[in-house]
């Protein structure tokens, strides 16, 4: 009987696991079980840890967003992100032309730029960077400022920095 159990169990796991939530926009959902027995359920009101990807620079490039939010507010910032990012390019396009512009982001976009949201930053009010190259951390409060292109200079050159000062 045991073993039964443990094979169901184990058959579940490997179900969910190989099939996922599914799901559209590229958003990785939190799941949670149904009421009936088998079923997976994936809830876009469910506030649980999420990702979606984003293109850039008229799709050559993308930039992952991460957070802990419901599917609406995850599209929201993810949209605000990139679109900052996407207007900042095309001014550079503008004021330095587009080699130049294309010799700045293409190289760190092509690293797999990650901006992850919070809600409640901790040890940061408006961005930080980690010295890795390509992740930012940014308040929510943050995601439709200026402050979405500062963290693309300090990812540039595998700075650590916390909101501007480098550390």
């Known amino acids: 009987m045991k073993k039964n159990v443990f094979l169901g169990l184990l058959v579940f796991v490997l179900v969910i696991g190989f099939f996922g939530c599914g799901g559209d926009d590229n958003v990785k959902y939190t799941c949670t079980p149904c009421k009936d027995a088998g079923c997976v359920k994936c809830d876009p009101n469910v506030v649980g840890n999420r990702e979606i990807t984003r293109n850039l620079?008229?799709?050559?490039?993308?930039?992952?967003?991460?957070?802990?939010?419901?599917?609406?507010?995850?599209?929201?910032a993810a949209d605000k992100i990139a679109?900052?990012?996407?207007?900042?390019?095309?001014?550079?396009?503008?004021?330095?032309?587009?080699?130049?512009?294309?010799?700045?982001?293409?190289?760190?976009?092509?690293?797999?730029?990650?901006?992850?949201?919070?809600?409640?930053?901790?040890?940061?009010?408006?961005y930080k960077t980690i010295g890795d190259g390509k992740t930012i951390y940014i308040?929510?409060?943050?995601?439709?400022?200026?402050?979405?292109?500062?963290?693309?200079?300090?990812?540039?050159?595998?700075q650590t920095v916390i909101d501007g000062v480098a550390v």
């Open 83 to 126: 679109g900052r990012i996407n207007n900042a390019y095309n001014n550079d396009i503008i004021l330095w032309g587009e080699g130049a512009t294309n010799d700045f982001y293409h190289p760190i976009f092509a690293r797999g730029v990650i901006y992850i949201v919070e809600a409640e930053p901790v040890g940061f009010v408006r």
């Open 139 to 158: 308040s929510l409060d943050r995601v439709d400022t200026a402050v979405v292109n500062d963290g693309v200079s300090r990812i540039n050159n595998n």
């Open 57 to 76: 620079f008229g799709e050559t490039h993308s930039v992952t967003v991460k957070g802990v939010f419901n599917k609406a507010d995850l599209n929201d």
